[in-house]
C-alpha cells in the first residue's frame, strides 16, 4: 500500500471517538458552557466525516453539507449562549440541574 | 499518514482537555487548539475553502462568543459548578459502549476497501491544493453552493435570521422597549425633566 494513502476506517474511527467525547461531556459536565463546546465538538466530528467520504468519492456534496452544519452551529451557539445568559440574570449561578422549569 | 496520526492524536487530546478542564476558559483554549488541527486536517483531504471557513467561524466567531460569555458571567464572582464531578460513574459505561460502537465500524469497514489518498489521483478532476477548478476549491465549492444547493444555502440564511431574533428577544436589553403609550409618556417626561435638572 502506498504510505501517503490513509483508509478511510481511521477517520471513521477519529470521528467517531470523538463523537463520543463529546457525548461523554454533555452526560457528565455541570457547566452549561462546557456542554455548549462538547456540542460543537460532536458537529465537528461529523463535519470530519463529511469531509472524509467527500474525499473519497470526490463529490463536493459533503462540503456543502458541512458547509451548512457550520452555520447551524453558528446559530445553536448564539442561542444556548443567550439562554445561559438569560438563566444567569435570573438565578446568579449556573448549574444546569438546578435549571427545571420545564420539567413535567 | 504521519500527518493523519500527529493531527489525530493532537484532536483527541485537546478533545478530552475540553471536556476535562476545570475552568471554562481552559475548554476553550483547548477547543481552539481542536479547531484548528482539523482545519489543517481539511487542508489534507482536499477542503481548502472549508478548512478557512473553520478557522474563521469556528476560531473566529464561536469560540470568541464562548469567550465574551464567560467574561460576562465571571466577572467577580464564582457563578459555574466546577469539576468534571460526574466523569468517574460514567467511565466504566462510557468507555464500553465507545468499544462496542468502534467494534460496529472496524466490521463495517472490513467489508469496504475505500481508501483516502492525499495529494493522488484517485478521481478525475482532482489536482495539487490551492489550484483553481479542482476539486475542494473555492471556485469548484462556489459553483455547487449557487447552483445545485442553492435553496438549501438560502434557507440557511432564514436559519440566521430566526437565531438572530431569537438571540434579541432572549438575551437583548430590555430597557428601551415600552410596552405601552403611557410608559413611553412617562419615560419622555422623565428625560426632559433630567434635562432641566442640568443632565444629572
Same mark, same amino acid.
Given at each position: ?6 483508509p ?12 463520543? !467525547?463529546?457525548v ?21 466530528a461529523a ?9 473519497v ?13 457550520i452555520?447551524?452551529?453558528a ?7 443567550? !439562554?445561559?445568559v ?8 449556573v448549574?444546569?440541574?438546578d ?5 413535567g | 499518514?504521519?500527518?493523519? %496520526?500527529i ?8 478533545s478530552? %482537555?475540553c471536556i ?7 475548554s ?11 482545519a ?28 465574551f ?12 459548578s466546577v469539576?468534571?464531578?460526574?466523569l468517574?460513574?460514567i ?29 493522488a ?7 495539487v ?5 479542482v ?20 434557507i440557511t440564511?432564514?436559519?440566521l435570521?430566526?437565531?438572530?431574533i ?8 430590555r ?26
Open positions: 500500500m502506498d504510505p501517503m494513502t490513509v478511510v476506517g481511521n477517520y471513521v474511527a477519529l470521528s467517531s471517538v470523538i463523537f463520543f !467525547i463529546g461523554a461531556g454533555v452526560l457528565t459536565r455541570r457547566n452549561p458552557l462546557i456542554m455548549l463546546m462538547s456540542i460543537e465538538l460532536m458537529f465537528n463535519n470530519l466525516l463529511f469531509m472524509a467520504f467527500a474525499r468519492w470526490v463529490h463536493n456534496a459533503g462540503h456543502i453539507f458541512a458547509f451548512l452544519v452555520m447551524v452551529a446559530a445553536e451557539a448564539a442561542i444556548g449562549l443567550a !439562554i445561559v438569560t438563566v444567569f440574570r435570573s438565578a446568579k449561578h448549574d444546569v440541574d435549571v427545571a422549569l420545564m420539567k | 499518514m504521519i500527518g493523519f %496520526w493531527l489525530a492524536v493532537v484532536m483527541l487530546a485537546s478530552i %482537555w476535562t478542564a476545570t475552568r471554562p476558559v481552559y476553550v483554549v483547548a477547543l481552539l487548539l481542536h479547531f484548528a488541527a482539523l489543517a486536517m481539511y487542508l489534507t483531504l482536499h477542503a481548502e475553502f472549508l478548512a478557512v471557513i473553520q478557522l474563521i467561524v469556528y476560531s473566529g466567531a464561536i469560540l470568541i462568543l464562548f469567550l460569555v464567560i467574561a460576562l458571567l465571571s466577572s467577580g464572582v464564582a457563578p459555574f469539576g468534571p464531578d460526574r468517574p460513574k467511565l466504566i459505561p462510557a468507555v464500553g459502549l465507545i468499544a462496542v460502537a468502534l467494534g460496529f465500524i472496524t466490521y463495517a469497514l472490513s467489508r469496504t476497501n475505500a481508501l483516502v489518498t492525499p495529494g489521483a484517485v478521481g478525475t478532476n482532482l489536482g491544493t490551492g489550484e483553481a477548478g476539486f475542494g476549491s473555492v471556485a469548484d465549492f462556489g459553483k455547487a453552493l449557487f447552483t445545485s444547493y442553492l435553496l438549501p444555502f438560502e440564511a432564514l436559519i435570521m430566526v437565531a438572530v431569537g438571540v434579541i428577544l432572549l438575551a437583548g436589553d430597557t428601551p422597549y415600552v410596552s405601552s403609550r403611557k410608559q413611553a409618556g412617562e419615560n419622555r417626561r422623565d428625560m426632559r425633566e433630567a434635562v432641566l435638572r442640568g443632565g444629572e
